[in-house]
Protein backbone atom coordinates (compact mmCIF):
# COMPACT_ATOMS: atom_id res chain seq x y z
CA UNK A 1 0.00 0.00 0.00
CA UNK A 2 1.28 3.51 -1.14
CA UNK A 3 1.96 5.12 1.92
CA UNK A 4 -0.28 8.05 0.99
CA UNK A 5 -3.38 6.45 1.90
CA UNK A 6 -3.22 6.48 5.96
CA UNK A 7 -4.28 3.07 6.53
CA UNK A 8 -8.13 3.32 4.48
CA UNK A 9 -8.93 0.34 2.46
CA UNK A 10 -7.33 0.60 -1.56
CA UNK A 11 -10.28 -1.02 -2.90
CA UNK A 12 -13.28 1.56 -1.30
CA UNK A 13 -11.09 4.25 -2.84
CA UNK A 14 -10.88 2.75 -6.24
CA UNK A 15 -14.81 2.33 -6.09
CA UNK A 16 -14.87 6.56 -4.84
CA UNK A 17 -13.20 6.54 -8.09
CA UNK A 18 -15.06 5.05 -10.47
CA UNK A 19 -17.89 6.27 -9.25
CA UNK A 20 -16.39 9.65 -9.66
CA UNK A 21 -15.27 9.13 -12.93
CA UNK A 22 -18.46 7.32 -13.95
CA UNK A 23 -20.97 10.70 -14.66
CA UNK A 24 -18.29 11.69 -17.81
CA UNK A 25 -18.05 8.43 -19.35
CA UNK A 26 -21.82 7.74 -19.27
CA UNK A 27 -22.16 11.19 -20.49
CA UNK A 28 -20.12 11.19 -23.63
CA UNK A 29 -22.62 8.93 -25.42
CA UNK A 30 -25.85 9.32 -23.26
CA UNK A 31 -26.99 12.69 -24.39
CA UNK A 32 -26.37 11.50 -28.28
CA UNK A 33 -29.58 8.73 -28.21
CA UNK A 34 -31.27 11.31 -26.80
CA UNK A 35 -30.94 13.73 -29.06
CA UNK A 36 -34.27 14.21 -31.24
CA UNK A 37 -36.58 13.85 -28.50
CA UNK A 38 -34.33 16.54 -27.17
CA UNK A 39 -34.67 19.00 -30.21
CA UNK A 40 -38.27 18.38 -30.82
CA UNK A 41 -39.12 18.67 -26.97
CA UNK A 42 -37.32 22.32 -26.71
CA UNK A 43 -37.82 23.12 -30.42
CA UNK A 44 -34.33 23.45 -31.11
CA UNK A 45 -32.57 23.98 -34.60
CA UNK A 46 -30.47 21.13 -35.84
CA UNK A 47 -27.22 23.27 -35.26
CA UNK A 48 -28.79 24.03 -31.34
CA UNK A 49 -28.94 20.33 -30.76
CA UNK A 50 -25.40 19.78 -32.34
CA UNK A 51 -23.93 22.00 -30.17
CA UNK A 52 -25.38 20.30 -27.00
CA UNK A 53 -23.61 17.20 -27.74
CA UNK A 54 -20.52 18.78 -29.00
CA UNK A 55 -20.18 21.55 -26.29
CA UNK A 56 -19.51 18.46 -23.39
CA UNK A 57 -16.67 17.32 -25.86
CA UNK A 58 -14.95 20.48 -26.59
CA UNK A 59 -14.78 21.71 -23.36
CA UNK A 60 -13.50 18.49 -21.66
CA UNK A 61 -11.17 18.19 -24.29
CA UNK A 62 -9.72 21.85 -24.25
CA UNK A 63 -9.39 21.92 -20.26
CA UNK A 64 -7.89 18.54 -19.84
CA UNK A 65 -4.46 19.32 -18.95
CA UNK A 66 -5.45 22.72 -17.30
CA UNK A 67 -7.73 19.95 -14.92
CA UNK A 68 -3.97 18.03 -14.73
CA UNK A 69 -2.01 20.95 -13.88
CA UNK A 70 -4.88 22.24 -11.55
CA UNK A 71 -5.39 19.18 -9.83
CA UNK A 72 -1.14 18.69 -8.67
CA UNK A 73 -1.25 22.18 -7.85
CA UNK A 74 -4.11 22.55 -5.15
CA UNK A 75 -4.98 18.75 -4.36
CA UNK A 76 -6.51 15.55 -5.80
CA UNK A 77 -8.93 15.03 -3.62
CA UNK A 78 -10.05 18.33 -3.50
CA UNK A 79 -10.17 18.65 -7.59
CA UNK A 80 -11.98 15.72 -7.20
CA UNK A 81 -14.76 16.72 -4.62
CA UNK A 82 -15.26 20.30 -6.69
CA UNK A 83 -15.39 18.49 -10.02
CA UNK A 84 -18.21 16.16 -8.69
CA UNK A 85 -20.19 18.77 -7.64
CA UNK A 86 -19.67 20.82 -10.55
CA UNK A 87 -20.53 17.97 -12.31
CA UNK A 88 -23.88 17.44 -10.43
CA UNK A 89 -25.05 21.22 -10.58
CA UNK A 90 -24.12 21.41 -14.50
CA UNK A 91 -26.55 18.05 -15.15
CA UNK A 92 -29.33 19.55 -12.75
CA UNK A 93 -29.56 22.62 -14.81
CA UNK A 94 -29.02 20.75 -17.98
CA UNK A 95 -32.45 18.52 -16.85
CA UNK A 96 -34.19 22.20 -16.12
CA UNK A 97 -33.90 23.58 -18.87
CA UNK A 98 -36.79 25.50 -19.84
CA UNK A 99 -38.88 25.87 -22.71
CA UNK A 100 -39.03 29.01 -24.64
CA UNK A 101 -36.04 31.36 -26.92
CA UNK A 102 -33.74 30.46 -23.68
CA UNK A 103 -33.47 26.92 -23.85
CA UNK A 104 -30.64 26.41 -26.73
CA UNK A 105 -28.50 28.80 -25.22
CA UNK A 106 -29.24 27.30 -21.38
CA UNK A 107 -28.53 23.82 -22.69
CA UNK A 108 -25.61 24.21 -24.55
CA UNK A 109 -24.15 26.46 -21.92
CA UNK A 110 -24.98 24.21 -18.89
CA UNK A 111 -22.94 21.04 -20.87
CA UNK A 112 -20.24 23.39 -21.26
CA UNK A 113 -20.02 23.70 -17.67
CA UNK A 114 -20.44 19.48 -17.50
CA UNK A 115 -17.19 19.41 -19.90
CA UNK A 116 -15.47 21.82 -17.26
CA UNK A 117 -16.31 19.54 -14.02
CA UNK A 118 -14.74 16.57 -16.00
CA UNK A 119 -11.50 17.77 -16.79
CA UNK A 120 -11.02 19.13 -13.31
CA UNK A 121 -12.23 15.86 -12.09
CA UNK A 122 -11.00 12.96 -14.38
CA UNK A 123 -7.04 13.51 -14.06
CA UNK A 124 -7.30 14.09 -10.40
CA UNK A 125 -9.47 10.67 -9.59
CA UNK A 126 -6.25 9.31 -11.71
CA UNK A 127 -3.82 10.78 -9.74
CA UNK A 128 -5.25 9.57 -6.65
CA UNK A 129 -5.53 5.52 -8.23
CA UNK A 130 -1.73 5.98 -8.94
CA UNK A 131 -0.68 7.94 -5.92
CA UNK A 132 -3.06 5.02 -3.67
CA UNK A 133 -1.44 1.51 -5.95
CA UNK A 134 2.32 1.24 -5.61
CA UNK A 135 3.92 0.08 -8.88
CA UNK A 136 3.47 -3.69 -8.47
CA UNK A 137 -0.80 -3.03 -8.27
CA UNK A 138 -1.16 -0.17 -10.33
CA UNK A 139 -1.78 -1.76 -13.25
CA UNK A 140 -4.59 -3.90 -12.36
CA UNK A 141 -6.01 -1.22 -10.39
CA UNK A 142 -6.46 0.87 -13.29
CA UNK A 143 -7.13 -1.81 -15.78
CA UNK A 144 -10.45 -2.10 -13.31
CA UNK A 145 -10.83 1.28 -13.63
CA UNK A 146 -10.32 1.89 -17.53
CA UNK A 147 -12.49 -0.95 -17.86
CA UNK A 148 -15.38 -0.36 -15.83
CA UNK A 149 -14.90 3.27 -17.60
CA UNK A 150 -14.78 2.49 -20.65
CA UNK A 151 -17.99 -0.25 -20.29
CA UNK A 152 -20.10 2.56 -18.90
CA UNK A 153 -19.26 4.35 -22.44
CA UNK A 154 -20.73 1.27 -23.95
CA UNK A 155 -24.43 1.49 -22.21
CA UNK A 156 -25.12 4.87 -22.50
CA UNK A 157 -27.17 4.74 -25.10
CA UNK A 158 -28.97 2.05 -24.14
CA UNK A 159 -28.83 3.74 -20.71
CA UNK A 160 -30.35 6.73 -22.08
CA UNK A 161 -33.28 4.58 -24.26
CA UNK A 162 -34.62 2.61 -21.42
CA UNK A 163 -34.62 6.12 -18.98
CA UNK A 164 -36.55 7.99 -22.29
CA UNK A 165 -38.96 5.52 -22.27
CA UNK A 166 -39.72 4.39 -18.75
CA UNK A 167 -39.57 7.67 -17.32
CA UNK A 168 -42.59 9.36 -18.38
CA UNK A 169 -42.74 12.12 -16.24
CA UNK A 170 -39.01 13.51 -16.61
CA UNK A 171 -38.85 11.61 -19.84
CA UNK A 172 -35.23 12.77 -21.37
CA UNK A 173 -34.49 15.20 -18.47
CA UNK A 174 -34.06 11.74 -16.41
CA UNK A 175 -30.84 11.11 -18.71
CA UNK A 176 -29.09 14.42 -17.17
CA UNK A 177 -30.65 13.92 -13.35
CA UNK A 178 -29.55 10.42 -13.25
CA UNK A 179 -26.01 11.88 -12.57
CA UNK A 180 -26.97 13.11 -9.07
CA UNK A 181 -27.64 9.78 -7.03
CA UNK A 182 -24.38 9.06 -9.20
CA UNK A 183 -22.62 11.94 -7.22
CA UNK A 184 -24.12 11.56 -4.24
CA UNK A 185 -22.71 7.88 -3.96
CA UNK A 186 -19.29 9.29 -5.13
CA UNK A 187 -19.44 11.99 -2.48
CA UNK A 188 -20.10 10.06 0.36
CA UNK A 189 -17.18 7.35 -0.40
CA UNK A 190 -14.76 9.82 -0.39
CA UNK A 191 -16.06 11.31 2.54
CA UNK A 192 -15.14 7.46 4.27
CA UNK A 193 -12.09 6.44 2.23
CA UNK A 194 -10.54 10.35 2.31
CA UNK A 195 -8.36 9.34 -0.61
CA UNK A 196 -4.87 11.17 -0.48
CA UNK A 197 -4.94 14.85 -1.01
CA UNK A 198 -1.48 15.28 -2.31
CA UNK A 199 -0.49 18.75 -3.62
CA UNK A 200 2.35 20.75 -4.67
CA UNK A 201 1.33 24.47 -4.51
CA UNK A 202 2.59 26.38 -7.46
CA UNK A 203 1.86 29.78 -9.41
CA UNK A 204 -0.95 29.10 -12.74
CA UNK A 205 0.28 29.10 -15.80
CA UNK A 206 -2.27 31.39 -17.53
CA UNK A 207 -0.32 32.46 -20.52
CA UNK A 208 -0.17 28.64 -21.72
CA UNK A 209 -3.88 28.11 -20.37
CA UNK A 210 -4.98 31.43 -22.63
CA UNK A 211 -3.09 29.02 -26.02
CA UNK A 212 -3.61 25.48 -25.08
CA UNK A 213 -7.48 26.11 -24.43
CA UNK A 214 -8.29 27.67 -27.89
CA UNK A 215 -5.63 25.58 -29.83
CA UNK A 216 -7.39 22.26 -28.86
CA UNK A 217 -10.85 23.38 -28.89
CA UNK A 218 -10.16 24.91 -32.49
CA UNK A 219 -8.34 22.17 -33.82
CA UNK A 220 -11.00 19.32 -32.37
CA UNK A 221 -13.72 21.30 -33.79
CA UNK A 222 -12.10 21.27 -37.08
CA UNK A 223 -12.01 17.44 -37.09
CA UNK A 224 -15.74 16.94 -35.82
CA UNK A 225 -17.34 18.88 -38.08
CA UNK A 226 -15.12 17.96 -41.24
CA UNK A 227 -17.08 14.57 -41.83
CA UNK A 228 -20.71 16.99 -41.82
CA UNK A 229 -19.49 20.32 -43.43
CA UNK A 230 -17.07 18.32 -46.32
CA UNK A 231 -13.33 19.19 -46.25
CA UNK A 232 -13.89 21.76 -49.12
CA UNK A 233 -15.10 24.32 -46.47
CA UNK A 234 -12.33 26.90 -45.95
CA UNK A 235 -13.65 27.12 -42.27
CA UNK A 236 -12.59 23.46 -41.65
CA UNK A 237 -9.27 24.05 -42.52
CA UNK A 238 -9.24 27.59 -40.81
CA UNK A 239 -10.16 26.23 -37.67
CA UNK A 240 -7.89 23.34 -37.94
CA UNK A 241 -4.83 25.30 -38.67
CA UNK A 242 -5.21 28.38 -36.39
CA UNK A 243 -5.96 25.78 -33.27
CA UNK A 244 -2.47 23.97 -34.56
CA UNK A 245 -0.55 26.97 -34.69
CA UNK A 246 -1.60 28.12 -31.37
CA UNK A 247 -0.26 24.91 -30.00
CA UNK A 248 2.77 24.90 -31.73
CA UNK A 249 3.02 28.47 -29.70
CA UNK A 250 2.03 27.49 -27.12
CA UNK A 251 4.79 24.46 -26.62
CA UNK A 252 7.59 27.25 -27.51
CA UNK A 253 6.38 28.95 -24.96
CA UNK A 254 6.16 26.58 -22.29
CA UNK A 255 9.65 25.38 -23.36
CA UNK A 256 10.78 28.91 -21.56
CA UNK A 257 8.25 29.12 -18.58
CA UNK A 258 9.29 28.53 -14.85
CA UNK A 259 6.29 27.06 -14.23
CA UNK A 260 4.54 25.79 -17.01
CA UNK A 261 0.88 23.90 -17.69
CA UNK A 262 2.72 21.36 -18.77
CA UNK A 263 6.09 20.80 -18.33
CA UNK A 264 7.43 19.90 -22.24
CA UNK A 265 10.43 18.42 -21.28
CA UNK A 266 8.41 15.10 -20.19
CA UNK A 267 8.37 14.35 -23.50
CA UNK A 268 12.56 14.09 -23.74
CA UNK A 269 11.01 10.89 -22.08
CA UNK A 270 11.28 8.40 -24.79
CA UNK A 271 8.67 5.60 -23.15
CA UNK A 272 6.15 8.44 -21.82
CA UNK A 273 6.24 9.77 -25.96
CA UNK A 274 5.84 6.77 -27.45
CA UNK A 275 2.61 5.60 -25.31
CA UNK A 276 1.00 9.34 -26.26
CA UNK A 277 1.94 8.40 -29.75
CA UNK A 278 0.14 4.73 -28.99
CA UNK A 279 -2.79 5.87 -27.51
CA UNK A 280 -3.01 8.83 -29.69
CA UNK A 281 -3.09 6.38 -32.95
CA UNK A 282 -5.11 3.80 -30.89
CA UNK A 283 -8.22 6.02 -30.45
CA UNK A 284 -9.04 6.85 -33.94
CA UNK A 285 -10.39 3.53 -33.53
CA UNK A 286 -11.76 3.09 -29.91
CA UNK A 287 -13.92 6.02 -29.42
CA UNK A 288 -15.26 5.87 -33.30
CA UNK A 289 -16.13 2.33 -33.09
CA UNK A 290 -19.14 3.08 -31.09
CA UNK A 291 -20.61 5.82 -33.26
CA UNK A 292 -20.14 3.61 -36.24
CA UNK A 293 -20.95 0.32 -34.99
CA UNK A 294 -24.42 2.19 -33.36
CA UNK A 295 -25.05 3.64 -36.65
CA UNK A 296 -24.56 0.73 -38.51
CA UNK A 297 -27.26 -1.32 -36.77
CA UNK A 298 -29.76 1.50 -37.07
CA UNK A 299 -29.33 1.97 -40.95
CA UNK A 300 -27.67 -1.71 -41.89
CA UNK A 301 -29.73 -3.70 -40.15
CA UNK A 302 -32.75 -1.55 -39.47
CA UNK A 303 -32.78 -1.81 -35.34
CA UNK A 304 -33.74 0.58 -32.91
CA UNK A 305 -30.96 2.85 -31.92
CA UNK A 306 -31.28 0.99 -28.06
CA UNK A 307 -31.27 -2.47 -29.98
CA UNK A 308 -28.32 -1.21 -32.23
CA UNK A 309 -26.49 -0.32 -29.45
CA UNK A 310 -26.06 -4.00 -28.17
CA UNK A 311 -23.62 -4.54 -30.61
CA UNK A 312 -21.37 -2.35 -28.68
CA UNK A 313 -21.63 -4.34 -25.15
CA UNK A 314 -20.07 -7.53 -27.35
CA UNK A 315 -17.10 -5.22 -28.44
CA UNK A 316 -16.99 -4.32 -24.35
CA UNK A 317 -17.44 -8.35 -23.62
CA UNK A 318 -13.58 -8.91 -24.64
CA UNK A 319 -12.91 -5.22 -23.22
CA UNK A 320 -13.28 -5.50 -19.87
CA UNK A 321 -12.39 -9.23 -19.65
CA UNK A 322 -8.84 -8.61 -21.31
CA UNK A 323 -8.31 -5.17 -19.79
CA UNK A 324 -8.00 -7.14 -16.50
CA UNK A 325 -5.87 -9.39 -18.07
CA UNK A 326 -3.73 -6.89 -19.49
CA UNK A 327 -3.25 -4.82 -16.04
CA UNK A 328 -2.02 -7.97 -14.39
CA UNK A 329 0.37 -8.42 -16.95
CA UNK A 330 1.78 -5.13 -17.19
CA UNK A 331 2.37 -5.63 -13.45
CA UNK A 332 4.24 -8.98 -13.92
CA UNK A 333 6.26 -8.58 -17.56
CA UNK A 334 5.49 -4.63 -18.23
CA UNK A 335 3.72 -2.81 -21.16
CA UNK A 336 5.92 -3.75 -24.37
CA UNK A 337 3.82 -7.37 -24.42
CA UNK A 338 0.28 -6.52 -23.49
CA UNK A 339 0.28 -3.71 -25.61
CA UNK A 340 1.85 -5.04 -28.75
CA UNK A 341 -0.41 -7.92 -28.57
CA UNK A 342 -3.40 -6.25 -27.86
CA UNK A 343 -3.10 -4.15 -30.88
CA UNK A 344 -1.86 -7.33 -33.09
CA UNK A 345 -5.27 -8.74 -31.33
CA UNK A 346 -7.40 -5.41 -32.34
CA UNK A 347 -6.24 -5.36 -36.05
CA UNK A 348 -7.14 -8.71 -36.74
CA UNK A 349 -10.75 -8.16 -34.90
CA UNK A 350 -11.36 -5.09 -36.83
CA UNK A 351 -10.19 -7.24 -40.30
CA UNK A 352 -11.86 -10.28 -39.77
CA UNK A 353 -15.31 -8.29 -38.48
CA UNK A 354 -14.91 -6.09 -41.80
CA UNK A 355 -15.09 -9.05 -43.53
CA UNK A 356 -18.43 -10.54 -42.02
CA UNK A 357 -20.01 -6.72 -42.08
CA UNK A 358 -21.71 -7.20 -45.12
CA UNK A 359 -23.74 -10.38 -43.97
CA UNK A 360 -26.79 -7.97 -42.61
CA UNK A 361 -26.49 -10.96 -39.53
CA UNK A 362 -24.74 -10.13 -36.18
CA UNK A 363 -24.70 -13.55 -35.14
CA UNK A 364 -22.09 -13.49 -37.92
CA UNK A 365 -20.30 -11.05 -36.03
CA UNK A 366 -19.96 -11.67 -32.88
CA UNK A 367 -16.94 -13.45 -31.91
CA UNK A 368 -15.16 -10.83 -33.92
CA UNK A 369 -16.37 -8.27 -32.60
CA UNK A 370 -15.35 -9.52 -28.83
CA UNK A 371 -12.09 -10.41 -30.47
CA UNK A 372 -11.69 -6.71 -31.52
CA UNK A 373 -12.73 -5.44 -28.18
CA UNK A 374 -10.51 -7.53 -26.07
CA UNK A 375 -6.93 -6.50 -28.20
CA UNK A 376 -8.37 -2.93 -27.31
CA UNK A 377 -9.13 -3.95 -23.69
CA UNK A 378 -5.53 -5.77 -23.51
CA UNK A 379 -3.71 -2.56 -24.49
CA UNK A 380 -5.32 0.37 -23.92
CA UNK A 381 -5.32 0.79 -20.46
CA UNK A 382 -1.55 -0.42 -20.18
CA UNK A 383 -0.38 1.48 -22.45
CA UNK A 384 -2.02 4.62 -20.63
CA UNK A 385 -0.77 3.33 -17.27
CA UNK A 386 2.60 2.87 -18.20
CA UNK A 387 2.88 6.55 -19.49
CA UNK A 388 1.61 7.42 -16.04
CA UNK A 389 3.94 5.91 -14.64
CA UNK A 390 7.03 8.32 -15.93
CA UNK A 391 5.38 10.71 -13.91
CA UNK A 392 6.91 12.22 -10.59
CA UNK A 393 4.35 11.63 -8.45
CA UNK A 394 3.62 15.22 -8.03
CA UNK A 395 2.69 16.05 -11.61
CA UNK A 396 0.20 12.80 -11.78
CA UNK A 397 -2.40 15.00 -12.72
CA UNK A 398 -0.80 16.78 -14.93
CA UNK A 399 0.59 13.48 -17.00
CA UNK A 400 -3.39 12.57 -16.99
CA UNK A 401 -4.11 15.99 -18.45
CA UNK A 402 -1.55 15.19 -21.28
CA UNK A 403 -2.56 11.54 -22.18
CA UNK A 404 -6.52 12.75 -22.32
CA UNK A 405 -5.24 15.67 -24.50
CA UNK A 406 -3.75 13.04 -26.84
CA UNK A 407 -6.39 10.67 -26.67
CA UNK A 408 -9.26 13.29 -27.20
CA UNK A 409 -7.24 14.45 -30.51
CA UNK A 410 -6.69 10.67 -31.54
CA UNK A 411 -10.79 10.06 -31.10
CA UNK A 412 -11.92 13.32 -33.20
CA UNK A 413 -9.13 12.90 -35.99
CA UNK A 414 -10.03 9.35 -35.98
CA UNK A 415 -14.02 10.69 -36.31
CA UNK A 416 -12.72 13.24 -39.48
CA UNK A 417 -11.11 10.60 -41.28
CA UNK A 418 -13.36 7.45 -40.96
CA UNK A 419 -16.36 9.81 -40.99
CA UNK A 420 -15.40 10.94 -44.51
CA UNK A 421 -14.48 7.44 -45.41
CA UNK A 422 -17.73 6.35 -44.45
CA UNK A 423 -19.66 8.97 -46.36
CA UNK A 424 -17.57 8.71 -49.43
CA UNK A 425 -17.74 5.46 -49.74
CA UNK A 426 -21.65 5.24 -48.82
CA UNK A 427 -22.16 8.14 -51.35
CA UNK A 428 -20.18 6.08 -54.27
CA UNK A 429 -22.14 2.70 -53.29
CA UNK A 430 -25.60 4.20 -53.40
CA UNK A 431 -24.50 6.18 -56.73
CA UNK A 432 -24.00 3.40 -58.57
CA UNK A 433 -27.25 1.21 -57.03
CA UNK A 434 -29.67 3.83 -58.24
CA UNK A 435 -27.59 3.96 -61.66
CA UNK A 436 -27.77 0.18 -62.04
CA UNK A 437 -31.62 1.06 -61.46
CA UNK A 438 -32.29 3.29 -64.45
CA UNK A 439 -31.61 6.83 -62.89
CA UNK A 440 -29.49 9.14 -64.99
CA UNK A 441 -25.69 9.54 -63.53
CA UNK A 442 -26.04 13.19 -62.35
CA UNK A 443 -29.45 12.73 -61.05
CA UNK A 444 -28.28 9.38 -59.39
CA UNK A 445 -24.64 10.81 -57.75
CA UNK A 446 -27.04 14.15 -57.31
CA UNK A 447 -29.53 11.83 -54.50
CA UNK A 448 -26.24 9.84 -53.68
CA UNK A 449 -25.10 12.97 -52.29
CA UNK A 450 -28.11 13.72 -49.79
CA UNK A 451 -28.67 10.05 -49.23
CA UNK A 452 -25.43 10.07 -47.97
CA UNK A 453 -25.31 12.88 -45.85
CA UNK A 454 -28.60 12.32 -44.28
CA UNK A 455 -27.77 8.74 -42.94
CA UNK A 456 -24.33 9.36 -42.51
CA UNK A 457 -25.60 11.90 -39.63
CA UNK A 458 -27.38 9.25 -38.43
CA UNK A 459 -31.11 10.19 -38.62
CA UNK A 460 -34.21 9.19 -40.61
CA UNK A 461 -37.10 6.63 -40.41
CA UNK A 462 -35.28 2.85 -40.42
CA UNK A 463 -38.50 1.56 -41.43
CA UNK A 464 -38.55 3.09 -44.39
CA UNK A 465 -34.77 1.88 -45.32
CA UNK A 466 -34.52 -0.26 -48.90
CA UNK A 467 -32.58 -3.04 -49.06
CA UNK A 468 -30.34 -1.49 -51.34
CA UNK A 469 -29.36 1.18 -49.11
CA UNK A 470 -28.64 -1.09 -45.99
CA UNK A 471 -26.56 -3.25 -48.28
CA UNK A 472 -24.65 -0.25 -49.36
CA UNK A 473 -23.91 1.81 -45.88
CA UNK A 474 -23.02 -2.38 -45.11
CA UNK A 475 -20.45 -1.87 -47.28
CA UNK A 476 -19.48 1.28 -46.59
CA UNK A 477 -18.87 -0.09 -42.78
CA UNK A 478 -17.02 -2.62 -44.12
CA UNK A 479 -14.34 0.31 -45.29
CA UNK A 480 -14.50 1.81 -41.84
CA UNK A 481 -13.76 -1.31 -39.92
CA UNK A 482 -11.17 -1.95 -42.62
CA UNK A 483 -9.36 1.50 -41.93
CA UNK A 484 -9.44 0.94 -38.08
CA UNK A 485 -7.52 -2.76 -38.58
CA UNK A 486 -5.38 -0.29 -40.17
CA UNK A 487 -4.80 1.63 -37.36
CA UNK A 488 -4.25 -0.72 -34.73
CA UNK A 489 -1.54 -2.24 -37.34
CA UNK A 490 0.10 1.23 -37.09
CA UNK A 491 -0.21 1.29 -33.58
CA UNK A 492 0.60 -2.02 -32.77
CA UNK A 493 4.37 -1.29 -35.00
CA UNK A 494 5.03 1.46 -33.03
CA UNK A 495 4.65 -0.29 -29.96
CA UNK A 496 7.17 -3.41 -31.16
CA UNK A 497 9.55 -0.57 -32.58
CA UNK A 498 9.39 1.58 -29.66
CA UNK A 499 8.65 -0.17 -26.54
CA UNK A 500 11.59 -1.82 -24.27
CA UNK A 501 11.06 -4.86 -22.89
CA UNK A 502 11.04 -5.73 -18.98
CA UNK A 503 9.08 -3.88 -15.96
CA UNK A 504 9.42 -0.28 -14.72
CA UNK A 505 11.57 -0.01 -11.56
CA UNK A 506 9.87 2.30 -8.59
CA UNK A 507 11.59 5.48 -8.38
CA UNK A 508 13.09 7.45 -5.86
CA UNK A 509 10.65 10.17 -6.55
CA UNK A 510 7.42 7.83 -6.97
CA UNK A 511 8.46 6.27 -3.61
CA UNK A 512 9.07 9.28 -1.48
CA UNK A 513 6.50 10.15 1.26
CA UNK A 514 4.31 12.99 1.07
CA UNK A 515 5.60 16.24 1.46
CA UNK A 516 9.13 15.25 0.26
CA UNK A 517 11.65 17.32 -1.49
CA UNK A 518 11.41 16.83 -5.64
CA UNK A 519 14.92 15.54 -7.12
CA UNK A 520 14.44 18.17 -9.73
CA UNK A 521 11.69 19.10 -12.17
CA UNK A 522 13.70 16.66 -15.16
CA UNK A 523 10.84 14.03 -16.03
CA UNK A 524 11.83 10.45 -14.71
CA UNK A 525 14.23 8.70 -17.12
CA UNK A 526 13.35 5.52 -18.62
CA UNK A 527 13.91 2.41 -16.44
CA UNK A 528 13.15 -0.89 -17.97
Not at 25 to 46: C, E, K, N, R, Y
Not at 139 to 166: E, H, K, M, W, Y
Not at 292 to 313: C, D, H, P, R, W
Amino acid sequence: MSSSTGGQSRSLILTAMIFAVAMTFIDQTIVSIAAPTIQHDLGLTSSGIQWAINAYLLTLAALFAFGGRLADIAGHRKMVVLGVIIFAGASALCGATPHGPAAEAWLVAFRAVQGAGGAIMFPAAIAIVVVTFDLRSRGRALALFFGIAGALTAIGPIVGGFLIQSSAQWGWRAIFWINIPVAVIALALIAISRPPNEARPAPMDYRGLALIVPGVALSVFGFQQSALWGWSKPVIWASIAVGVILLVVFFRVEARTASPLINVRIFENRTFTVENIILGIAQMAFIPVFFFAAIYGQVALAEKATQSSLIILYFFLGFVVCAQIGGRLLDRIGARRPVVLGCALAAAGFGLWAGKVTDLRVGAQVIWIVMAGAGMGLMLGQANTDAINRASRYSYGEATGITQTVRNYGASLGFAILGTVLITRFRSAVTSSLTAKGLPGPAAASEAAKIAQFQGGGTGNIADIPAFIRADFAAATRDVLFGMCVIMAVAGLVALRGLRPGVQQETDEAAAPVGAGLAGERPDADLY
